[in-house]
Every structure is written in C-alpha cells, then in structure tokens.
C-alpha cells in the first residue's frame, strides 16, 4: 500500500519536475525573446522611430501644410498679378488703338493745302472715325458774324440756314467757344438745324472760325465714347488749321495768278 | 514664308489708311489698297490675296456688287471678305453676308475687332 503510494508520489513528482523543466526552458526561450525585442526597441529609438516618430510625422505634415497654403497664395498672387496685366495689356492696346486713330486723322487733317479736300477729311473723320450719319460744317464769316454751312451729311446743304453768332445752341457753341452735348441722345425723327446733339467749335488758339454740329450718330451707334471726346479735341484745334491754311493758300494761289496776269499783260 | 496678302478696297484715304495700320501690326502681311470696286477688281487680277476687306459705299462700283462679282469666280470661292461699312441696319448686313461676305463690321470700326476677325478668318495664331 505504502509502496503504492510511494510510486505515486514519485511520478506525480516526476511530472512536475518535468513540468517546471519545459516552464525554465519557456522562461527561457520568452526571455530571449525579451532581450530581442529591447534591442530592437532600443535601435527604432536611436533612428528615431517609434512615438517620436508619429509626433515628427505630425509636425512634418504640418510643416508641409504651411508650405502647401504659402504656395497656394503665391499662385493666388500670381494669378492677381495676371489679371492685372492682363487688364493694363488691354488698357494699352485700347490706347493704342485710340493714338493710331487721333495720328491719323491728324496726318490726313495736314496732308493737303487744298481746301476742299480739308473740308472732304473732316466730313470722312466725322463718318467713319465718330459714327455720325447727319452733321453739318459751318465757318464763321466774320463780316457778318453768321455761320455758313459749307458741307453737309445726311441733308442737303440747301436745307441748312446761316446762324448769327450767340443765337441757338450752334452760336453760343460758336461765341464761348466751348464744346455742347445733348445729355440724352433723342430718337431722330426729323431734321432740325436748332437741336444738334453735339457742336464742336473749330478754334485757333480761342479764335472759333467754325462749328461742326451732330445731328445723328448711325444705328450701331447709342453714345459717344471716350475716343470720340479726344477726337472731337483734336477736330477742335487740328481741323481749324488745317482749314485756315487751306482757305490762305488757295486766296493766295488765287491772288497769285491774278497778278501774274497782270504781269504778263503789261509786260506784253 | 509667303505674306499673307490682303485687298483693302475703301475709297475713304482716312478709313483705308486706318486700316492698313491695323493690318501692318499683324505678321507678314503686305496690304494691297484700292479706292473703288473698279480698282478693287483690277488689284484681284493681278495678285492672289488671301483676304478681303471692302467698303460698301463707293463711287464707279459698290462693295456689294463687287462681293457679287468676286464670288462668282471660282478663283475666290475660299478667299474671305470682310465688309466695313457705315450700314449698320439687320438688312445691311443679312445682304452682305447672303452675298458672300464672311464678317461684317460696322464703322467706326474697333482695331482691335478687325485684327481679331482677320485672325480668325486667316486661322491666325
């Protein structure tokens, strides 16, 4: 019985032993296992891996951010930029446009000596540079003190009276030698000399010699625009020389000839 | 590279000198003028152009008979026109481009609408 008892307790005691065997070789083996994973640990430290890691993460991608929103308002500035020039190129190119135009009209204004001619610039600046379907040319004569129409658009000339100096809107345009716009464009109807939308006195330095009066701007047309303005400037000063000098030398061809012709008679 | 030629028929000096300054701010172009449809038609036997701009009103030959006149020769059939006239009303511009005008523009003519329409016209860059 107590040898029974004895074996019993002997394997119940060998199998613990072998038990506490496998728990020291686990022990063992789980220890390794430990130290390795502290190694590894302790390497991710020294690179710089690990909790630090996520934090300089957050920081780089914050980093990135700030750069990405800098860069997303350089463009917005650049951009800006571009629309501004963009804006100031067609600023240019309208300007440029509006000088090529005053040049030319300029040129054409001074490019003959021949008063008819003169007289036929005005009319084409008028149409095609303005836009006026029906005006009238008026030149003061100043025995008179009456401004006679010498050329005509869009009526004919012997549907045109003088006007005396001061009376109506032409005349006082004429007299203070100050420029008129009608401040609405009416409808037109019909023509009538006293309501013009627009006079231009012709002037050297303030000496008025002529008056162009608009009547009528063409269908395409509503408004003056700021060409207009400085066109109408430059028809002001350019076209009262360019008639003057014309109505001068073609008075002294004219003499010219007659005392040639006297000349001849009595050289004869 | 061949310039690109191109007719100006416009009895206006101011108006055709307007133009031509236009035109000579664009690449390679030499500009042909001619003050009436009459010219205009002797100017098109001499030369091949590549566009044409004309006037309506004019004196010894209109813009739109000479639109007619060009169009009917064959030579000209892709040849573009462009017509720069003070005739603004729908009607105008419905017998002009029925004619055979590519564009219409109005006067007084933008500069800057003229080089856009012979750009567009010439497939220019």
């Known amino acids: ?268 | 590279m061949a310039k690109i030629e191109i007719l100006v028929v416009e009895d206006s000096p101011t108006m055709r000198q307007l133009i031509v300054f236009a035109l000579k701010r664009l690449k390679d172009v030499n500009v042909t003028e001619a003050s009436d449809g009459v010219d205009g038609l002797k100017k098109l036997s001499n030369k091949q152009f590549h566009l044409m701009i004309a006037d309506i009103n004019m004196p010894i030959m209109d813009g739109l008979k000479l639109v007619s006149l060009v169009r009917q020769d064959p030579k000209y059939n892709d040849m573009p026109i462009i017509i720069v006239t003070t005739e603004g009303a729908d009607e105008d511009r419905k017998k002009g481009l029925s004619l055979g005008a590519n564009a219409y523009l109005t006067k007084p003519v933008q500069t800057t609408q003229l080089i856009s329409t012979v750009k567009e016209l010439l497939k220019l860059p």
Do not use: W
């Open chain 1, 1 to 268: 019985m107590s040898k029974n008892r004895a074996e019993e307790f002997l394997n119940t005691f060998k199998k613990t032993a072998d038990f506490v065997k496998e728990l020291l070789q686990e022990n063992e083996k789980l220890r390794y296992q430990v130290a390795n994973l502290q190694e590894e640990l302790k390497s991710y430290k020294e690179k710089g891996v690990g909790v630090d890691a996520h934090a300089q993460c957050i920081a780089k991608i914050a980093q990135l951010e700030a750069e990405k929103n800098e860069i997303l308002n350089k463009i917005r500035e650049v951009e800006a930029e571009n629309k501004s020039f963009a804006e100031k190129y067609v600023e240019v190119e309208n300007e440029n446009n509006n000088l090529a135009n005053l040049y030319i009209a300029s040129f054409q204004l001074h490019s003959t000596l021949n008063f008819k001619e003169v007289v036929q610039i005005i009319m084409e600046i008028v149409i095609n540079l303005i836009g006026a379907e029906v005006f009238v040319l008026y030149l003061l004569d100043e025995k008179t003190n009456e401004l006679s129409p010498i050329a005509t658009e869009g009526i004919e000339l012997n549907e045109v009276t003088n006007v005396k100096l001061g009376k109506g809107i032409i005349g006082k345009s004429a007299k203070t030698g100050e420029n008129y716009f009608s401040e609405i464009i009416p409808i037109f109807e019909n023509f009538n000399q006293e309501s013009p939308i627009a006079c231009i006195p012709l002037k050297i330095k303030e000496h008025t010699i002529g008056v162009i009066a608009i009547y009528k701007l063409f269908v395409q047309k509503s408004t003056f625009n700021e060409l207009d303005y400085e066109l109408f400037t430059l028809l002001a000063g350019h076209a009262a020389t360019a008639l003057f000098s014309a109505k001068l030398y073609t008075e002294s061809e004219r003499k010219l000839s007659t005392i040639q012709g006297f000349i001849e008679l009595l050289t004869k």
